[in-house]
């Protein structure tokens, strides 16, 4: 699976949107981005994933390049429970094998 | 919908004693993988069950790590004899097989169990 590369950690203001980057320039055609967070001392939770189109849940919104060499996930109106580590990983088995954590995004949503 | 459930929640034992973890996946969720995390790293996959089958175990280390799912539903992870470095969060996640409908073709993870050696 490509190797991810996303800032150790960000800050956004409460109530605006948090746009979180990652990098992924080596992804292949088969390989899907997924976006899963870690809240402090609970297990990881899924958030999104998309293969090219841009893709929106109840949760967020994810951006995928036309290159699909990055994507942003986007989390629009940020609350204080969003505090979190967000990981973005690149996957080719559907979500279906072990998932390749890296360090990922440490996201501090300030009052 | 009832979680991934993980027990004990906290463990702390002496390097070379051993010690196992419980998972109880969601119901008929017959994929489960073990994860470990050590502090400020992202979890690292070390096993993964379909059913009570092992699909890859390429990350444990064979020789103090077992795991088992006895009759394709709960599983328990055990290590023997605990060293200094395996003081970790271990995570249990399931996962249906396939697709079932939009949002089923994600892993659920349950709460970890932290384990500390001393």
């Known amino acids: 699976d490509a190797k991810t590369t996303q800032p150790p950690s960000m800050d956004c203001a409460e109530g605006r949107a948090a746009n979180l980057p990652c990098n992924h320039s080596?992804?292949?055609?088969?390989?899907?981005v997924y976006w899963y967070r870690q809240i402090h001392s609970q297990g990881p939770q899924y958030i999104i994933h998309?293969?090219?189109n841009n893709e929106t849940n109840e949760m967020a919104s994810l951006i995928i390049t036309e290159d699909r060499k990055s994507s942003t996930l986007i989390l629009p109106h940020a609350t204080l429970r969003d505090t979190a580590v967000y990981y973005c990983?690149?996957?080719?088995?559907?979500?279906?094998?072990?998932?390749?954590f890296g360090k990922g995004t440490h996201l501090i949503i300030q009052p | 919908e009832a979680g991934v459930a993980q027990s004990p929640r906290y463990k702390i034992i002496e390097k070379r004693q051993s010690v196992a973890f419980w998972c109880n996946p969601i119901?008929?969720?017959?994929?489960l993988y073990w994860y470990q995390q050590i502090l400020g790293q992202g979890p690292k996959l070390l096993i993964q069950?379909?059913?009570?089958?092992?699909?890859?175990d390429s990350q444990l280390p064979k020789d103090r790590f077992s795991a088992e799912r006895l009759k394709g539903v709960d599983s328990t992870l055990k290590i023997q004899p605990a060293k200094l470095e395996d003081s970790a969060v271990y995570l249990c996640?399931?996962?249906?097989?396939?697709?079932?409908?939009?949002?089923?073709?994600?892993?659920?993870f349950g709460p970890g169990t932290r384990l500390t050696v001393l």
């Open positions: 080596t992804i292949s055609g088969n390989e899907y």
């Open positions: 998309g293969l090219k």
């Open positions: 990983i690149a996957d080719s088995g559907g979500g279906a094998d072990g998932l390749t």
């Open positions: 069950f379909q059913n009570n089958g092992v699909v890859d």
């Open positions: 119901s008929g969720h017959a994929t």
């Open positions: 996640a399931s996962r249906v097989v396939g697709w079932e409908g939009p949002g089923t073709d994600t892993q659920y």
